[in-house]
């Protein structure tokens, strides 16, 4: 079974991104895959399966899972549960970091921390429900989550088998992280593998092994994520989005888009309309 690489975007104007889990319906199984941001998994209803590290934990309604940066995990949803997902870049916590760029956060599924559950829960409904001042709000309790989060869950001694465990995709980590803040403007295989110090063909081989993706389809990805974003927002026509983020033009996003999401960008924008109309 491949293990996948799963691209995360902040919402946009805030530092994190949080919205009910997929798999709310039940019947439902997420593969093998990792990703740069530390997952907070609150369930509030049900239950999940969770499998990390290749150990299988059983979440129960009241229990959340904390998913390390890098963190190869699986989830099994098999009945109707509801789940809040909170996901927050790894960039967040570069003052605390254990090493370069890493930082691990232990949990013990099953333990009952009602407050850090709480807190998780409320920033959802805050965000969910957008009353006046909302930003504000969810804002303090996204930070007040990240003070517990280094407080009271961060691992102060590492040992090197983390380290070396998660060696080669922190590597590649760094390499996403770059292509992140860079997504906007050109950008090759050539120029990216010249930066790290790699020969093109070794990085189109991690990029093939560990995120089971090619480079020039994690790039798209990238873009059309941010594009998405900007759709929503209003702000800009589909031209612009397009080159906001990297493409050549709207026909080239349209073309990328439709394939990623079986709409056209102008369709997808009237759709935002109409439902916030």
Not at 5 to 20: D, N, Q, S, W, Y
Not at 57 to 70: K, P, Q, R, T, Y
Request: charged letters at 25%; proline letters at 3%.
């Amino acid at each position: 079974m491949s293990v996948s690489h799963e691209l995360i975007v902040p919402e946009a104007g805030f530092p994190f991104k949080t919205f009910i889990f997929e798999g709310r319906e039940g019947g439902y199984y997420r593969e093998k895959h990792w990703h740069r941001s530390v997952e907070i998994f609150a369930v509030c209803r049900g239950k999940l399966e969770f499998y990390l590290d290749d150990c299988l934990w059983h979440l129960a309604e009241g229990e959340f899972m904390i998913v390390n940066s890098n963190e190869v995990h699986a989830i099994d949803s098999p009945e109707p549960n509801e789940t809040v997902v909170l996901q927050i870049p790894l960039k967040m916590f570069e003052n605390y970091y254990t090493g370069e760029q890493f930082i691990w956060f232990s949990h013990e599924p099953g333990r009952r921390d009602q407050h850090f559950m709480d807190l998780v829960t409320e920033l959802y409904r805050v965000y969910d429900e957008k009353e006046t001042g909302y930003d504000l709000r969810a804002n303090s309790i996204f930070y007040e989550i990240m003070y517990y989060l280094v407080k009271d869950y961060r691992m102060t001694q590492v040992g090197q088998e983390f380290m070396r465990k998660n060696r080669n995709l922190n590597r590649l980590s760094s390499i996403t992280a770059y292509m992140k803040e860079n997504y906007a403007g050109e950008m090759s295989l050539e120029e990216v593998a010249r930066v790290f110090g790699y020969s093109p063909t070794y990085l189109s081989r991690m990029f093939q092994k560990y995120a089971g993706i090619t480079f020039k389809s994690y790039l798209q990805s990238i873009r059309l994520g941010y594009a998405l974003k900007d759709l929503e927002s209003g702000k800009y026509n589909v031209t612009e989005t397009a080159l906001r983020n990297g493409f050549s033009g709207s026909k080239a996003m349209a073309r990328a888009f439709r394939k990623r999401y079986g709409i056209l960008p102008s369709e997808y924008q009237i759709r935002v309309a109409e439902k916030e109309g």
